[in-house]
């Protein structure tokens, strides 16, 4: 009985704090349903529903007001933000991978040193070092460029550092034994390390992919060109001096979760289920 | 693991490519494109359009970086691949912009190709240079009015604004509004105020008073008219309830966009009064109940004074480095232009450039708001609206944040008016002495300003001796 | 680099291997040089240059003027050497103590216990001179948690009673706190500090990670909450479940709606919305829901965020209102955004909030799923209780995760603050919400003053640096090492 009382309350206790968290939401999706008047009322469910803001954001109706389209190049940006993300996050895991097991499994003169560097230099507000970054940027000639904001966000100090940290709690007798079978360090990483890691892999994934598709400000100081913009940068369109179009971004911002949110769904039962260590332990 | 890593390879590249295939690279076909760094108002394509039928080898695109903050400006200019058109929205962007080298200086062109300060309003020429030498061009010219919504006036059985109302009338109107009830039962406030900078702003000039001296040596915020700007902005919101609270005001102000709820609230009908420039129009197609029911004053008047407030201009300058700058220049000169002026005028986006499309409400009546009498206040409103001082020794963007800091500090009673306003000059004042310090061409200026050699104490000839300053 | 290895898997000697080391490291290590490294050192030139991006400025070396700048203090009317020394030795020796202290806590020094009871004292005493005297919530908040670290220290298992090592911090930050309390009113007659803006914004920056504590434990309950599938029974059993929960949310809102309160009655049937999610999918719904702030991080979510704090029409004082109505109490709801006291819990709120779902749950649910069911079983048949099993089996296996997130939410932390400072509050009435790094933005792309700019940024990464060499000797205690 106590066992149904306890399972009872944390259901509740899950189902309460699921709506506090879902009540700016549900504001949200409101929003995207009211007209320009309405939208900053406290009314969850609007007077005048109206459906014509998602049309106006896919550029596929017009502005009631001006009559014209907006010239939202949404389905662009939308791709851009997508395969940069995929870009970004598969160089990150990858290169962060190899890094970490440098870090964590291999020994070698310097290694704490360099990595506590890596650390140290997560310290710096990334503000001021934005001016001499972006005139590296000008130097290698990455303005306006694909490569430009892919390449330069696939190296992270903070991937390394975490999936150093998965790696560590991967017991070294495994490596051991593998070597003894004559794996060499390329095999141990691959067959050994890597599955075990997987919950970290899976974790460092969702962040990168979802850091890389926000992004806002590197973005927008590095792009000049329409067509390479993200979405976040692309949205600035319905903010300007014509008036914030919030219903139209809370619009747009809708549109924009709604993949986020299935491939989150799709990934995050492979956090769970990694390998159980049956094998030996530390 | 090694196969899964090879699949999201293949994916990421297949991608690449479907991207990389389908850009639009820029043609080779002998027309110029110039970037123009504005916010992204969908009427600069109209404005746009317009210049490339004038001129069919230009194409202007608008780089909308611009969203309400300077930085990919800045971090482009600085690595010298900044846009080609640049709008500087204020006075003190434009000096910021110009001391670090951004700007053009316009006046070898200006004259010759006919967009020197001349060709446009006389109360904003200032505005528009820095040392003698002009470095921007209008897109557009605003002045505050006051816009009332008269339903609301009608509702609470209050007469309309007066063209010539003083402070004490606005007052009164203010207690009126607050203490009848409304007869559709709706509760409104009098003023949906959204930026308590500008309002002080035209308060200041109202009085006025200036940030600066003449020869931008001594801060003059501590003068009686600022401090009696102050405390008049204080007692509005405290003691008469005319203005909205910091509260009110906060939720109402327009951080990180332009869009703010204070025009919101006006616009739905909830507020009776808002303080702003003839742009306000550019929201009403989306209000549709407000048509016919707005009307425009002249800002009040501090008694024995005539009505002033601030005028500050939307201009455009050029970038230094631009590689097109003739065909830049050419933009400037269609800014000045009167087809350029006729569409400002039909936006709605404040008053066009050229005054000559302007002289009276006549002029300015366009589809939005037809009668001509609600656009005549803001034309009289150029007349005696001056822009704000700015001094060159010191950084006039800090001025302005620092007063801001201290116009919340008396909005939240956190100090008096007239402890904020001597906390500001003291630091105002000896930011300036350690400029002048320790910058060898700010002394040269100050030989040039007062025909004086510079030395270690100059200003105990300019500014009050410190005392201690009233704590932070 | 695929060449390198297959090389060495046929050579098993050393020196191929450490080849083989470096090339795992290579690509990220070039990358971290040019993107990351290059740009540091940069700015730590600047930091004692004047640049700045005027051209009528020439670019001069100015030593340690930068910091003096930032740092320093300045004579109103004459100098009174003695004084300010006093003054900044008093500051020296209570920054000196809380670092020895927190060094205390986590090295095996003797006197921790007595040490720790001793600041426990201090700061009880801090803080009820603090309430007394009326000198604001900063002295009264500093006392608590030099309290709260004592009695920590002194309630270590391996402490000790006599005076040792450990004692000697506490003393120091005792001197320190009464040199300053009686210097006080006389250095600030004579003097003032050359940045006075720098220690506000320094204050808010440590102001506003009071909330971290909460949302890194909240974020752990929760992944606690979420790890396993709740058993709610079989499949048939929980569609039924389900289905019920969405009828009884249709009658609520009809029922809400009907009765003129249909936001009420919204929310109503959300929650058996929620519910029916819950039964139907398990898990999984909850960690998608708690997350969502996270996948909508950004402008939209700020402005969601002010829309909600708005004292007038937002959601939150229209719940408050209703609810100090209810009780019966006379008090009118904060204003939130809007006042100078109540901003900085504003965004503490907010940031707990998005944080507590976020992605520090997602890496405490990453970190259980590594621990052995084996240890957990074994500690249920021993007959541990579940707060044991989680004492001393889980928690001990989360050690990694936890030091990562505790570092990275310090780092974090200290140089947050930005975008809610740029987005919604500019920086807050009165400058109460600027963070030091919405400090370092204005000085950098508004003043255009750069130097002083990464004078600022390097006096941060100090403060960094250090908290970070305590979490690190924390946490090393607690590693796996591999």
């Known amino acids: 009985m106590r066992r149904r009382l306890s399972i009872a309350l944390r259901f509740a206790a899950l189902c309460v704090l699921g709506v506090t968290v879902s009540v700016p939401f549900v504001w949200m999706v409101s929003a995207s349903f009211k007209p320009r008047a309405e939208v900053e009322e406290a009314r969850i469910v609007p007077r005048h529903p109206t459906t014509r803001n998602y049309p106006i954001v896919l550029d596929m109706a017009p502005d009631p007001v001006t009559q014209q389209k907006l010239g939202l190049r949404f389905g662009r940006w939308y791709y851009n933000s997508f395969f940069m993300a995929v870009g970004i996050t598969f160089l990150q895991v990858l290169t962060s991978a190899m890094a970490a097991f440098a870090f964590s499994r291999l020994r070698w003169r310097g290694r704490d040193t360099v990595f506590l560097l890596y650390l140290a230099t997560m310290m710096i507000p990334g503000v001021v070092t934005m001016i001499p970054n972006f005139q590296i940027m000008v130097w290698l000639r990455f303005l306006n460029t694909y490569h430009g904001i892919i390449l330069p966000a696939a190296f992270s100090a903070f991937g390394t550092f975490l999936l150093r940290q998965f790696m560590l709690s991967v017991p070294p007798a495994l490596d051991e034994a593998a070597t003894m079978d004559g794996a060499g360090p390329w095999q141990v990483f691959w067959d050994v390390v890597m599955p075990l890691a997987r919950p970290g892999l899976i974790a460092l994934s969702i962040l990168t992919f979802l850091g890389a598709y926000q992004s806002f400000f590197w973005p927008l100081i590095m792009l000049n060109d329409d067509q390479y913009y993200p979405m976040p940068v692309g949205l600035l369109a319905l903010d300007s001096t014509y008036g914030r179009q919030t219903e139209l971004i809370m619009a747009a911002t809708v549109m924009n979760v709604v993949p986020l949110i299935i491939i989150f769904i799709t990934f995050q039962r492979f956090l769970v289920k990694g390998l159980q260590l049956g094998g030996v332990k530390g | 693991m090694k196969r899964v890593f090879l699949v999201f390879l293949a994916i990421f590249a297949a991608l690449y490519v479907g991207a990389e295939a389908t850009l639009k690279r820029p043609k080779n076909d002998g027309i110029v494109r110039l970037r123009w760094a504005t916010d992204a108002n969908p009427a600069r394509k109209v404005q746009t359009d317009l210049f490339h039928k004038l001129h069919p080898n230009i194409e202007v695109t608008v780089d909308p970086g611009l969203g309400g903050d300077q930085t990919k400006l800045i971090v482009q200019c600085a690595t010298g691949t900044g846009p080609d058109i640049v709008d500087v929205y204020d006075e003190q962007q434009m000096v910021a912009l110009v001391e670090a080298g951004v700007l053009l200086d316009l006046t070898p062109y200006a004259r010759r190709m006919g967009f020197d300060p001349s060709k446009t309003y006389p109360a904003i020429k200032n505005g528009l240079m820095v040392g003698g030498r002009q470095y921007r061009y209008p897109c557009n010219v605003w002045a505050n009015c006051v816009v009332y919504n008269k339903r609301v006036f009608d509702d609470h059985g209050v007469p309309y604004p007066k063209p010539n109302w003083t402070y004490r009338d606005f007052i009164e109107t203010a207690r009126r509004i607050r203490n009848t009830p409304s007869k559709s039962g709706q509760k409104h406030i009098v003023v949906a105020n959204f930026s308590n900078q500008w309002f002080y702003d035209d308060l200041l000039v109202g009085y006025g008073g200036r940030f600066f001296t003449p020869d931008g040596l001594t801060c003059l915020l501590d003068s009686k008219e600022a401090i009696a700007a102050m405390k008049l902005y204080h007692d509005l919101m405290y003691v008469h309830g005319a203005i909205p609270t910091a509260a009110e005001t906060a939720t109402m102000s327009g951080q990180g966009g332009w869009g703010s709820s204070g025009l919101t609230w006006f616009s739905t009908g909830r507020a009776a009064m808002i303080f702003i420039g003839r742009w306000y129009i550019i929201q009403l197609p989306s209000y549709p109940d407000l048509k016919g029911w707005l009307g425009a004053v002249r800002l009040p008047r501090i008694d024995g004074r005539p009505s002033t407030g601030v005028t500050d201009t939307r201009a455009a300058g050029i970038n230094v480095k631009s590689p097109y700058r003739k065909e830049a220049l050419l933009f400037l000169q269609y800014l000045a232009s009167p087809q350029y002026s006729k569409v400002i005028v039909d936006d709605g986006d404040s008053l066009p450039p050229n005054p000559a499309l302007a002289r009276t409400g006549k002029d300015l009546a366009n589809k939005i708001v037809p009668d001509p009498a609600f656009h005549q206040p803001f034309i009289d409103a150029m007349r005696d609206a001056h822009p704000l001082d700015v001094s060159p020794f010191v950084d006039d963007g800090l001025v302005m944040r620092w007063l801001k800091e201290h116009i919340e500090k008396v909005e939240n009673n956190v100090m008096r008016p007239e402890d904020a306003m001597h906390a500001l000059a003291a630091q105002i004042n000896q930011l300036i002495r350690v400029n002048l310090e320790r910058r060898p061409d700010l002394q040269r200026k100050y030989e040039q300003v007062t025909g004086r050699p510079y030395t270690q104490d100059w200003w105990r000839r300019y500014q009050k001796p410190q005392g201690a300053p009233p704590p932070l | ?482």
Not at chain 3, 125 to 152: D, E, F, K, N, Y
Not at chain 3, 370 to 383: I, K, Q, S, T, Y
């Open chain 3, 1 to 482: 680099m695929q060449n390198k290895n297959k090389h060495s898997r046929l050579v098993t000697k050393a020196r191929p291997r450490q080849m083989a080391h470096i090339g795992f490291l290579l690509p990220n290590l070039l990358g971290f040089l040019v993107f990351t490294l290059m740009p540091v050192l940069l700015s730590f030139w600047m930091a004692f240059t004047n640049w700045t991006l005027k051209p009528a400025v020439h670019l001069e070396f100015l030593g340690l003027r930068n910091f003096s700048d930032l740092l320093g203090v300045r004579a109103l009317d004459r100098e009174y050497s003695a004084l300010k020394w006093a003054y900044l030795a008093s500051a020296a020796a209570l920054w000196l103590g809380i670092v020895g202290a927190l060094w205390a806590v986590v090295a095996p020094w003797r006197g921790v216990r007595l040490g720790g009871a001793l600041m426990a004292l201090l700061g009880v005493a801090v803080a009820a001179l603090g309430v007394s005297t009326g000198a604001g919530q900063g002295v009264v908040i500093a006392g608590l948690l030099i309290g709260v670290c004592g009695v920590a220290a002194t309630y270590r298992e391996d402490g000790g009673w006599e005076v040792g090592p450990g004692t000697a911090p506490a003393l120091l930050m005792a001197v320190g706190c009464a040199g300053l309390g009686l210097l006080h009113h006389a250095m600030w007659a004579r003097y003032e500090p050359k940045d006075p803006r720098f220690w506000q914004y320094l204050y808010n920056t440590a102001y506003l990670m009071l909330g971290l504590p909460f949302s890194i434990a909240g974020s752990l309950a929760l992944a606690l909450l979420l790890n396993d599938d709740i058993p709610l029974g079989r499949a048939r059993l929980r569609a039924v479940e389900a289905l019920i929960c969405v009828v009884l949310g249709l009658i609520t809102t009809a029922v809400g709606w009907g009765l003129g309160y249909p936001n009420i009655g919204l929310m109503g049937g959300i929650l058996w919305g929620v519910a029916a999610l819950g039964c139907a999918v398990n898990v999984i719904a909850f960690r998608t829901l708690f997350y969502l702030p996270t996948f909508t991080a950004g402008v939209a979510l700020m402005i969601l965020w002010k829309a909600l704090y708005n004292p007038e029409t937002g959601p939150i004082n229209a719940g408050l209102t209703a609810i100090f109505a209810a009780l019966g109490l006379h008090i009118t709801p904060p204003e939130w955004l809007a006042s100078v006291e109540w901003a900085k819990p504003a965004l503490i709120i907010m940031g707990v909030w998005i944080g507590i779902g976020g992605t520090n749950m997602l890496l405490y649910l990453a970190g259980l799923s590594n621990v052995p069911r084996e240890l957990l079983d074994a500690a249920e048949v021993d007959g541990a209780s579940g707060w044991k099993r989680f004492r001393h089996v889980t928690w001990p296996q989360l050690a990694p995760t936890t030091f990562f997130i505790t570092i990275m939410a310090t780092i974090g932390g200290m140089q947050g603050g930005f975008e809610q400072a740029r987005v919604m509050t500019a920086g807050g009435p009165a400058g109460s919400t600027t963070t030091l790094s919405y400090y370092i933005y204005n000085k950098a792309f508004q003043d255009l003053d750069l130097g002083y700019a990464a004078a600022i940024s390097w006096v941060l990464f100090a403060i960094i640096f250090v908290a970070t060499a305590i979490n690190w000797k924390f946490g090393r205690e607690l590693e796996v090492e591999g």
